[in-house]
C-alpha cells in the first residue's frame, strides 16, 4: 500500500515506512522529530523543473510529463520501487502546502 502525507502531520504506526521525497528539507521540521525512515532526495523534481513548475495547477499536467520523464528510469525510481516490495505500507512525506500539487502526488499516480 502507498499513501501520501504532509510531513507537519503528525507520524503514526499505520504510515509504515516514511520515505519523504522532498529536494528540500521542508521547512520548522526538525530531522530528530520528523520520524522519517529514508529522505530520497533524488527522486524529488530537479530545481530547474520544481522552480518551473512552482505549485501552479494550471501547469500540473504538464508538471506531471515532464517529472515522469526526469524520473522514469533513475536510480532513485528503482530505489523507491525496491522499497514499496520490502515493505507492507510506504508513505511519501512532502512538505508542500497544496496537497493535490505535489510530487508525492505525481509519484503516487505513476506507482499506480
Same mark, same amino acid.
Given at each position: *500500500? =502507498?499513501?501520501?502525507?504532509? =510531513? ?13 521525497? &522532498? ?9 530528530? +522529530? ?7 532526495? /533524488? =527522486? ?26 526526469? =524520473?522514469?528510469?533513475? &536510480?532513485? *525510481?528503482?530505489?523507491?520501487?525496491? /522499497? !514499496? ?12 502546502? /497544496? #496537497? #493535490?500539487? +505535489?510530487?508525492?502526488?505525481? !509519484? ?5
Amino acid at each position: *500500500m =502507498i499513501k501520501i502525507k504532509r =510531513i507537519y502531520e503528525p507520524a503514526s504506526k499505520a504510515d509504515g515506512y516514511r520515505v519523504l521525497v &522532498d529536494r528540500l528539507w521542508p521547512r520548522g521540521i526538525k530531522k530528530e +522529530n520528523a520520524r522519517v525512515d529514508k529522505w530520497l532526495k /533524488d =527522486i524529488a523534481p530537479t530545481t530547474g523543473l520544481r522552480k518551473w513548475f512552482n505549485h501552479e495547477p494550471e501547469k500540473w499536467k504538464q508538471f506531471i510529463t515532464r517529472y515522469r520523464k526526469e =524520473i522514469s528510469s533513475s &536510480d532513485a *525510481m528503482k530505489e523507491l520501487k525496491a /522499497d !514499496l516490495r520490502e515493505h507492507k505500507t510506504v508513505t511519501l512525506l512532502f512538505g508542500a502546502k /497544496d #496537497e #493535490e500539487h +505535489n510530487q508525492a502526488q505525481a !509519484l503516487l499516480e505513476f506507482l499506480k
